[in-house]
């Protein structure tokens, strides 16, 4: 293996990599068609930052010498860390979005009164941008060996963009559920007692 060809190599890795893309597409292909699902309001890379959800303080800002970024709550320590400032943010606001709801998400198919919909859009949001990126990387990667021209990087990044707010949109969806249980539960042991109280009342 160690005397063939740097040609036959690299031959061989692309045949791999266009099969690992391939496969990927397939994923694709296989996914439910989410017609307007993808429609987006904005500019994805420019993102508000949510305060500590706890500390209600917006956090501090920091450009670490190795390139990163790194939003940290000034009362809790609560931080988050990304290559890119956008990506810092929305990876902050995750940690961050107990109280939000998809309506602060810039995804308009989102905004729907079904629950259950929203679920089925949320899920093919992020396997959808998932999938892309990874299709992209492979592109990139066989462009880089072959010669060709790659896709641009702002494109990889908007995808990446994109899959950081709908998990963030996924975050914000198990969050209000737990919080719909925590209601219901409130709900049925106040029902409970206000019932054993009726029971307990002379005369009844």
Same mark, same amino acid.
């Given at each position: 293996?160690?005397?063939? *060809?740097?040609?036959? +190599? ?7 990599? $266009? ?7 397939? +994923? ?15 500019? *994805?890379?420019?993102? !508000? ?9 917006? !956090?501090?800002?920091? =450009? =670490? ?12 320590? @609560? $931080? ?5 400032? /956008?990506?810092? &943010?929305?990876? /902050? ?12 998400? !810039?995804? *308009? ?11 089925? &859009? ?10 892309? =990126? ?13 010669? @060709?021209? !790659? #896709?641009?990087?702002?494109?990889? =990044? ?13 975050? &914000? ?11 219901? %539960? ?12 009726? %029971?307990?009342? #002379?005369?009844?």
């Amino acid at each position: 293996m160690s005397g063939m *060809p740097k040609a036959v +190599k690299i031959s061989q890795t692309v045949a791999y990599l $266009e099969d690992k893309r391939e496969t990927v597409g397939i +994923k694709l292909g296989c996914l439910s068609q989410g017609e307007g699902y993808q429609d987006f309001n904005g500019n *994805p890379f420019q993102v !508000p930052v949510w305060e500590c959800v706890v500390c209600n303080v917006q !956090p501090n800002t920091t =450009k =670490k010498s190795n390139g990163k970024w790194q939003y940290r709550c000034p009362v809790c320590g @609560k $931080e988050a860390v990304g290559k890119d400032e /956008w990506q810092c &943010i929305l990876r /902050w606001n995750r940690r961050n979005c107990f109280a939000r709801s998809l309506e602060d998400v !810039p995804f *308009p198919a989102l905004h729907t009164d079904r629950a259950g919909q929203k679920e089925n &859009i949320v899920t093919y949001l992020c396997e959808y941008y998932s999938l892309k =990126k990874k299709e992209v990387g492979l592109t990139r990667q066989i462009a880089q060996l072959t010669g @060709k021209r !790659p #896709p641009g990087k702002t494109y990889q =990044k908007r995808l990446s963009a994109f899959h950081e707010w709908a998990l963030l949109a996924k975050d &914000i969806l198990r969050y209000s559920g737990r919080m719909l249980q925590r209601d219901q %539960l409130i709900v049925a042991v106040s029902a409970r007692r206000g019932k054993e109280h009726d %029971l307990s009342m #002379p005369g009844q």
